[in-house]
């Protein structure tokens, strides 16, 4: 991977972390490169029980795409550069947002366009007290990408999700927590640990769980209450059957800490 992605694994937790804060952490076509192999390297290693995507730096998550490479390939041919989309964007969104294990994004700065996506694409979103969030889009005159006009809407709501795409503006994070968009908010020099911390008890946790309730969620979304309480049934069927059931059960019944397995 270029080293405009960083990718770690330690004791079943993944770290991605953005590399570019001279950039505000922008996404040229490298870093997309190397964010889509992290993403994907995380959803497929049984290693890995949980992911946190961060950003360096202390201006920026991600300001989305870098425009000073994007407007020159934009005049070489406009159809060519805006296959990032399919190419790019989608399969890091679908791998964030599909992997069977939960991720943490660390907001650490200005989460905007295919940044702020990124976050919403990820299922727990620690922020720091000085962060932000853009749509970004309708702003270059563009429609959303990354997953927004799917996530958006179900995390704040279609009403408020149009209103942020057709006339964006800097979301501050109290904003962004009464919003929903931000699950926790930290003093920024505290964001860092604070996002590990929670990373890290998922990756120690019931992921066998987590798994099934990112499923269930997924599906409750556009299908009927009929259909997902056979969801329910099929998923808790496969909870139960889990390892980390039977460990659990023998924990509360003991009084232990139960030592999830993962299976």
Known sequence: MADTVLYEVHDGLATITLNRPEAMNAL?????????????????????????LTAAGDRA?????????HIGLLVED????????????NPIVKAIA????????GVN????????????????????????????????????????????????GPGRAADLLMFPRSIKAQEAYELGIANRIVPSA???????????MLA????????????????????SLAETLDKEDELQTRAGASEDHAIAVRAFVNKETPKYLGR
């Open 28 to 52: 040229n076509i490298a870093t997309k490169v190397a964010l889509r192999e992290a993403v994907e390297s995380a959803a497929g290693d049984d290693a890995v029980r949980a992911v946190l």
């Open 61 to 69: 998550f991600c300001v989305g795409q870098d425009l000073k490479e």
């Open 78 to 89: 406009s159809t060519q550069v805006m296959s990032t989309v399919k190419e790019h964007y």
């Open 98 to 105: 599909g992997m069977a294990k939960p991720v943490v994004a």
């Open 109 to 156: 700065g200005v989460a905007a366009g295919a940044g702020l996506g990124f976050a919403l694409a990820a299922d727990y979103r620690v922020v720091a007290e000085t962060a932000a969030f853009n749509t970004s889009f309708a702003g270059v005159a563009l429609t959303a990408d990354s997953g927004v006009s799917w996530t958006l809407p179900r995390v704040i």
């Open 190 to 200: 505290a964001l860092s640990e604070a996002a590990e911390q929670v990373a890290r």
């Open 204 to 223: 120690e946790g019931p992921t066998v769980a987590y798994a099934a309730i990112k499923e269930a969620m997924a599906y409750g979304f556009s299908h």
